[in-house]
């Protein structure tokens, strides 16, 4: 079995601040996923990656930079956090042939003040 | 694009009952369907998912799921539900020609005992 790792679990910002969240898997996934949940909704996808150095865009990648420095980590910057950005961020993986299967990190949690 | 509708944001059973959430989508083309599961607090989990073949798909804790293509539809369904089930379910669909899938809104499950 493998895990998805997200840090921090808990991000606090000020508004229009650079923030930086991680996220690492050792299941040795090609493709990894960022999403955004807001409170009691589904969730977003913001950027993807299919394999090393590869960036897709999603539906809500405006506001948002992601960088796939290797295969194991994914990491997304907010790049001027907003008060109507407070959400769930998710990290999720899978393999290539099995995209309908993803794998859940536990997220990270988006305060901004 | 797909799109994926769950018509009921909550539902509310008790242990033992019976239960079906339901589940959309529309789109043309050749299709994953599949369910996640979420408890508070925590990431996605997948339960299980369709493809072809069987259009009953069993998955974990004893929930399975029905494809019809007639009525565009994958309800996920469990005989006995236990208070452990109360979680938020997520369906999902994805097309074969892309490496991600579109998430509907949600049913927050409540199993009271």
């Known amino acids: 079995g493998g895990i998805i790792t997200q840090t921090p679990k808990f991000l606090i910002g000020q508004e229009g601040q650079k923030l930086t969240l991680k996220c690492q898997q050792n299941f040795n996934h090609d493709t990894m996923y960022w999403y955004r949940q807001d409170s009691g909704k589904g969730l977003r996808l913001i950027y993807y990656?299919?394999?090393?150095?590869?960036?897709q865009k999603g539906d809500l990648s405006e506001g948002y930079d992601a960088s796939r420095e290797k295969k194991s980590s994914f990491s997304l910057t907010v790049t001027s956090a907003q008060k109507n950005e407070m959400a769930v961020f998710l990290c999720?993986?899978?393999?290539?042939?099995?995209?309908?299967?993803?794998?859940f990190g536990p997220g990270t949690r988006l305060t901004v003040l | 694009t797909q799109t994926v509708s769950q018509s009921d944001a909550h539902v509310t059973v008790f242990e033992g009952d019976s239960v079906e959430l339901r589940c959309n989508y529309s789109y043309g083309g050749s299709i994953y369907l599949s369910w996640y599961i979420q408890h508070h607090g925590h990431g996605l989990q997948f339960l299980l998912k369709y493809y072809s073949g069987n259009p009953v798909v069993q998955g974990v804790n004893g929930f399975e799921a029905e494809f019809s293509k007639s009525d565009s539809s994958f309800h996920l369904r469990k005989a006995s539900v236990h208070w452990s089930d109360s979680a938020v379910y997520f369906c999902a669909v994805s097309a074969h020609s892309n490496n991600r899938i579109f998430f509907g809104d949600g049913t927050q499950l409540v199993v009271k005992p």
């Open positions: 990656s299919i394999t090393e150095n590869d960036l």
């Open positions: 999720a993986s899978s393999i290539e042939q099995n995209y309908a299967e993803q794998f």
